[in-house]
T-cell receptor
């Protein structure tokens, strides 16, 4: 079963605007990761946030994690056309099965 | 260059004709995994391997087999492919299968698009 559900499913913004996408999950986790996928290509790791962290930054990316609500958000600031891609969250459940569980993704389109 | 290599990248086959999708990584990773990606369903895990000779089922293992005889290779075998196995397949690897002791980053191959007629 899918652990992560991203919201929205699709997002279209103008270049320079910020893009926010959310991920909700169902069970306790050790960490949550965000990945990016350009159309039909392999996924690329963006950032990992551990369950004892609340916020993390990497360049134009800001990730938050709220374990009480079982949710995470990814903020991309000052979006560029090159940010157009699908974004997935992936969780590492505490059940210890070493099975990353991916959500269904948010398709982001940044208009130049 | 650190990479995960899958072959073939594209394949059209017919129902029942056995096929193997190869996956190789050059990063000395312990953990390897196969996923399939279907529209609206995201990535679903098929099988994973924590180390040589250690494999376990993911969420959708039916109709697939894997083996891990060497650390670097993790082939996906479809003994008797069916049309519902038409999908985009990804192989991935990471140091130890979690982010508990390291970045936990999964490295993905470029994908294998399989069509079963």
């Amino acid at each position: 079963s899918q652990q992560g559900e991203e919201d929205p499913q699709a997002l279209s913004i103008q270049e320079g605007e910020n893009a926010t996408m959310n991920c909700s999950y169902k069970t306790s986790i050790n960490n949550l990761q965000w990945y990016r996928q350009n159309s039909g290509r392999g996924l690329v790791h963006l950032i990992l946030i551990r369950s004892n962290e609340r916020e993390k930054h990497s360049g134009r990316l800001r990730v938050t994690l709220d374990t009480s609500k079982k949710s995470s958000s990814l903020l991309i600031t000052a979006s560029r056309a090159a940010d157009t891609a699908s974004y997935f969250c992936a969780t590492d459940p505490t059940s210890g099965t070493y099975k990353y569980i991916f959500g269904t993704g948010t398709r982001l389109k940044v208009l130049a | 260059e650190a990479q995960v290599t899958q072959n073939p990248r594209y394949l059209i086959t017919v129902t029942g004709k056995k096929l193997t999708v190869t996956c190789s990584q050059n990063m000395n990773h312990e953990y390897m995994s196969w996923y399939r990606q279907d529209p609206g369903l995201g990535l679903r895990q098929i099988y994973y391997s924590m180390n040589v000779e250690v494999t376990d089922k993911g969420d959708v293992p039916e109709g697939y087999k894997v083996s891990r005889k060497e650390k670097r290779n993790f082939p996906l075998i479809l003994e008797s492919p069916s049309p519902n196995q038409t999908s985009l397949y990804f192989c991935a690897s990471s140091l130890d299968g979690s982010g508990r002791t390291n970045t936990g980053e999964l490295f993905f191959g470029e994908g294998s698009r399989l069509t079963v007629l």
